[in-house]
T-cell receptor, first 115, second 113 residues
């Protein structure tokens, strides 16, 4: 019973295409995130949502648009894909406990390759 | 700015050697600290966490970490590594807002038989 699930696991697409990655968590958490892991393994936060509201939007091109239809889902849509978007994208969730969040649980990742 | 830094980017050890990976953070106030591990081709898994209390934290697979507030450090240790410990190790801390988990740049550990 996967806690944080992402689909698809692999995504190969051509430059200029539009694609979406879906994320769902069944932990009852109120905060969800998208992270990008580059080829050097560096993990950088892209977006953070709390109770469906956007809290953090790092300096990410506006071709990236997150959508949270409810607390359990946070999808990532990417327009006009570029070669530099190739990376592994991780979804995560955590629970705000008032004095900071609990640990974050991560999905399996989506390896995006733009050709 | 709130940040997490890891000192060692690549570490190579022989099996049974002891491990210590350094992590420093630059946060004021309450800080929640974590070590995550990423085995090749897999997602991040939590090794251990520190919120408050005993500064010596024990995690899974024989790992432990010590929180030293005066040094802003949270170093990861294991007395005797195994080949299966080959992985990327990430130190992380939640921002004071609690809505961003900031990671260090990671340490790639290779354990040779």
């Amino acid at each position: 019973d996967t806690a944080v699930s992402q689909t698809p696991k692999y995504l190969v697409t051509q430059m200029g295409n539009d694609k979406s990655i879906k994320c769902e968590q069944n932990l009852g958490h109120d905060t969800m995130y998208w992270y990008k892991q580059d080829s050097k393994k560096f993990l950088k936060i892209m977006f953070s949502y709390n109770n469906k509201e956007l809290i953090i939007n790092e300096t990410v091109p506006n071709r990236f648009s997150p959508k949270s239809p409810d607390k359990a889902h946070l999808n990532l849509h990417i327009n006009s894909l570029e070669l530099g978007d190739s990376a592994v994208y991780f979804c995560a969730s955590s629970q705000d406990r008032g004095q900071g969040a609990t640990e974050a649980f991560f999905g399996q990742g989506t390896r995006l390759t733009v050709v | 700015a709130q940040s997490v830094s890891q000192h060692n980017h690549h570490v190579i050890l022989s099996e049974a050697a002891s491990l210590e990976l350094g992590c420093n953070y630059s946060y004021g106030g309450t800080v929640n600290l974590f070590w995550y591990v990423q085995y090749p081709g897999q997602h991040l898994q939590l090794l251990l966490k520190y919120f408050s209390g005993d500064p010596l934290v024990k995690g899974i697979k024989g790992f432990e970490a010590e929180f030293i507030k005066s040094k802003f450090s949270f170093n990861l240790r294991k007395p005797s590594v195994q080949w299966s410990d080959t992985a990327e190790y990430f130190c992380a801390a939640f921002s004071n807002s609690g809505y961003a988990l900031n990671f260090g740049k990671g340490t790639s550990l290779l354990v040779t038989p």
